[in-house]
């Protein structure tokens, strides 16, 4: 069978062969390739690539797949299946579809799939306006997408997840967690679709304020130090200088664009992504900051809800007032740290938990308090002076208070870690530092390498201070210092209330009190109620011991949401429903599957199991591996990426 082409402009075929042989490494000729495929080796793909109004269309077959051709015609997301080189063209692309379809690779042996035999990943993007507020402004903001498909026809649904930050990656969360997502609460009935928000990641513009990843990490590494370590006033003018440093970087690099990145223009984002899938409801699972995103979408579109979890709930409220992404998350986690962390480990036991071995110079079994005062003494002794240490990857390096109690913030929202961190503990306070450093070293900065990664990290600050731009001031701000008394007295609250998360929550919104200077008002913020009759209930799950959304934030939005909203209290550890429960996974399943809410407001349940007591003594190189997986899911929610000073 001769391949048929027409085209108008550019030879599209040979193109896009060559990056498949190229892809293939099989070092095949283009011809070659189309004698293979000929012979049904690869299948064959007729193309056909027409120019219409400025715009190529493709048409072809592929035998050995029943998927049709790529990208479909009129599909506004433009879906290619996966590879490891489908990510969207650049905003000065003069022809970004014509150089997205270079990248169509037509042999289906190199597409990603998921478990089912059926599954395909497909990679797209969507462009939605930069200024909704501005017709006449012709910009766009390109939106990448990625997608599980369950099977050549569409499901009937689609899942939409996000995973929150602000700055957390939705195509990521894709290839993470779809297959598991999609089966365990739609029994791989729906689809399941993520999306890179404006300025994170791959979407453009993608924001990054520094060069490189590394310039980041040096500015973070020379100011960051916790209250408890630093005479707090020198310390907190010196991360506000930096801050201001920051911005006034975002402002040369992408203007009027740091406010056109607010949760509000988020929610318009969504819309758009709703209706290029030609959904008539949202369908989704948000999750964390994400709940936020839901929160603000199911009332400025409240006729296009369908079935939505909001699961690690905030109370969207919050984030439009001063310091609220801060103070409002700190309710529980000294809970999480003394009940969950320390007290678990003391009823695991000894055989479970290495923590709740005798510490040094007592014979007997630590109790709770024990520990609580055990990390005390350890925290100041390092307030003193931080342990020298050693890892094969970076040389000397030291433990500082700074970094040990950011690790620690960062295990609270993942019980997975919990072992790991325990034995790190445990030796720490026998003094062994290696396992600890291995933990605390986790800078992917290789400078053997020459690629330098450009992660999105100050997406998370702008948002941040765009949504609470116009917060009533507090009556004791000090409008004449900017705030200088109040947010110094603000971290001292914050870290009395949670020596844990108090400083890393604290240094997530300093960098607001620069915000009107440097941008002014963004172009859109939603300050309506959160209480309009949706067209279908949400279901919101918050966690008892959650370090970033605490439970009472779930239930101040079930009131506000009244019948609008079930919430399930979900009494188990991390943040968002992770440690699993077969009640709260049944009534999301329930929710997902037939759109059925508890009758109840709301409903408690609780996680299967305990942390630490069921798993079998590992070493210390398994623990550390193990620490690593559950910091990489963790990082998801936080939308952080490289070696950061907030946690
Ligand atoms: C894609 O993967 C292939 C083989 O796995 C590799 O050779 C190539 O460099 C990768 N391309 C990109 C852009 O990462
Ligand atoms: C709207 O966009 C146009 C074109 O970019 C620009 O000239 C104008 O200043 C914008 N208006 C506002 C209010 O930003
Ligand atoms: C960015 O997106 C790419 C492509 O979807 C994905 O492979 C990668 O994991 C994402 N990166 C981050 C930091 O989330
Ligand atoms: C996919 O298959 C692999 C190997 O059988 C398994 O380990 C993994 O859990 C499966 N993933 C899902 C989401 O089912
Ligand atoms: C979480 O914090 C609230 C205060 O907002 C408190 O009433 C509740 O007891 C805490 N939960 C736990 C498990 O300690
Ligand atoms: C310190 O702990 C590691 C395990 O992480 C162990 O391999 C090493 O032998 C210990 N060092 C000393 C001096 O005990
Ligand atoms: C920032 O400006 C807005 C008006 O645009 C005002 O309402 C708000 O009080 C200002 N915030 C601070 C901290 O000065």
């Known amino acids: 069978m001769q391949p048929t082409m027409t085209y108008e402009k550019h030879a599209l075929l040979p193109e896009v062969a060559t990056q498949a042989s190229a892809r293939a490494g099989a070092g095949l000729s283009w011809k070659a ?32 797949s029943d998927w049709g051709s790529f990208p479909h015609t009129d599909d506004p997301f433009h879906f290619l299946p996966c590879t490891n080189a489908t990510v969207p063209p650049g905003l000065d692309e003069a022809h970004p579809l014509e150089a997205w379809m270079r990248l169509y690779d037509p042999n289906p042996q190199h597409w990603s799939r998921g478990n089912g035999s059926r599954s395909l990943y497909l990679c797209g993007w969507l462009d939605v306006p930069l200024d909704y507020t501005n017709t006449s402004d012709k910009r766009v903001a390109r939106l990448a997408v990625t997608k599980l498909q369950h099977a ?52 453009q513009p993608s924001i990054s304020c520094f060069p490189y990843d590394a310039d980041r990490d040096r500015w973070n590494l020379l100011t960051t130090r916790f209250h408890r370590e630093s005479e707090p006033r020198e310390a907190m003018l010196k991360a506000d200088a930096m801050n201001q440093a920051i911005l006034e970087a975002c402002k040369r690099e992408y203007g009027d664009v740091a406010g056109m990145l607010t949760t509000a223009f988020v929610a318009r ?49 919050d984030q439009r007032l001063i310091g609220g992404f801060g103070w409002a998350a700190l309710d529980n986690i000294t809970a999480a740290f003394h009940d969950g962390f320390l007290g678990e480990c003391v009823d695991a036991g000894p055989d479970h938990c290495k923590l709740a071995q005798p510490l040094p110079g007592s014979t007997s079994l630590p109790t709770k308090s024990d520990l609580i005062k055990a990390m005390d003494g350890l925290f100041g002794r390092l307030v003193e002076r931080p342990i020298p240490a050693h890892t ?53 900065y290789n400078p053997a390498l020459p690629v330098a990664k450009h992660s999105s990290d100050e997406l998370g ?91 009472r934030n779930g239930r101040r939005l079930l009131r506000e949401m009244g019948k609008n909203a079930r919430l399930i209290a979900h009494h188990g550890y991390g943040h968002s429903s992770r ?24 409903t408690q349940c609780k996680a299967d199991a305990k942390p630490y007591r069921y798993t079998e003594a590992k070493s210390s190189a398994q623990l550390v591996e193990e620490w690593k997986i559950s910091m990489a899911e963790t990082q998801m929610l936080r939308g952080k990426t490289s070696r950061r000073r907030r946690v």
């Open 33 to 64: 390739k189309l004698a293979l495929a000929a012979l049904g080796a690869l299948g064959w793909f007729r193309l056909d690539a027409r120019l219409e109004q400025g715009r190529i269309i493709k048409h072809g077959h592929h035998h050995n």
């Open 152 to 203: 050549p026809e569409r499901s009937k649904r689609t899942m939409i997840v996000e995973p929150g930050g602000p700055g957390g990656s939705g195509t990521s969360l894709v290839w993470r967690k779809a297959e598991l997502f999609a089966q365990k609460y739609t029994d791989d009935t729906f689809d399941v679709l993520g999306w890179d928000p404006r300025g994170v990641n791959v979407s």
């Open 269 to 317: 984002d969504l819309d758009e992504i709703r209706k290029a899938l030609g959904e008539e409801v949202v369908n989704g699972y948000f999750i964390s900051y994400g709940t936020g995103i839901g929160q603000t979408y199911v009332n400025m579109f409240p006729h296009a809800v369908g079935r939505l979890m909001l699961d690690g709930t905030e109370y969207v409220r």
């Open 392 to 444: 094969e990857e970076s040389g000397p390096m030291i433990i500082s208070y700074t970094q040990l109690v950011s690790l620690i913030y960062g295990a609270l929202y993942n019980p997975l870690g919990w072992d790991a961190l325990a034995a790190a503990m445990h030796d720490l306070l026998q003094g062994n530092t290696s396992m600890v450093a291995r933990m605390v070293d986790s800078w992917e």
């Open 461 to 551: 600050m702008l948002v941040i201070c765009s949504d609470q731009y116009d917060s009533p001031l507090p009556p004791d701000y000090d409008v004449e210092t900017n705030g200088e008394g109040w947010y110094l007295d603000l971290w001292k609250s914050m870290v009395e209330q949670s020596e844990i998360g108090g400083n890393g929550r604290f240094l997530d919104v300093l960098p607001c009190r620069h915000w009107n200077a440097t941008f002014g008002a963004p172009k859109e913020v939603y300050r309506g109620d959160l209480d309009h009759d949706l067209s279908h209930p949400v279901l919101l799950i918050a966690e008892a011991y959650d370090p970033a959304t605490p439970l």
């Open 579 to 602: 440690d699993t429960s077969t009640c709260t996974d049944t009534i999301m399943r329930e929710y997902m599957l037939h759109g059925t809410v508890p009758e109840e407001q709301e």
